[in-house]
């Protein structure tokens, strides 16, 4: 996660940035100049890391850097210093507007509203391959397996979705929907997502 003196963590959560080969993720909780804890996240050089580097002078309440991938509960960063998996986590999906060649050209996220899960699809325009992503409604994702067998499609179009569909899948975690949607879809279960979730 990325971010430059947030007042509140989870406001790091919103950026995220890819490390290059000679940096770790690192976060800084501190201390500003009118006595507000503030956090900055992001990369750094392995060496500043190792403690060999120099870092700014401040009120330093806590430096910590990491190099795990990051996993459901977000990015290794988001759990130094002492603070657990941040809320945003499960909601924290990869959005893009409109349909998309491959699925690795959409890299943006974004924190679903409260009743919303993560959503990805895959469709045909045209002659070709195309895929989406983005937020869904928690409660159409529960109705979407109720009613797997009568070939339901979810009835709202999300972020310019457009085409055939031949896959869509709901899932929970963080950019969890950046998996494969067969894979995804064959791992859903009903007791997932909340029939009663109102929009």
Known sequence: MHCNGAGDIENCFLNTVRCGDLEDCYLDKYVD??????YDAGCRSKQVCSGQGRRRRRLVVCTSCC???????GPCNAKLCGIGPVTYANSTCVVCEGVHSDVTSCSSTSVCPPNEVCFTGIRIV???I???????E?????????NENGGHRPGRVIH???GTPICHACCKGYRCNAEDCFELRKNMKITDFSPSVLG
């Open 160 to 162: 310019g979705d457009q």
């Open 126 to 128: 045209g002659t070709s």
């Open 138 to 146: 928690e409660r159409v994702c529960h109705a979407m397996l109720e």
């Open 67 to 73: 190099s795990d991938a990051p996993d459901h509960n």
């Open 33 to 38: 100049e009118n006595s507000v804890i503030r």
């Open 130 to 136: 195309r895929y989406v992503f983005g937020c869904y």
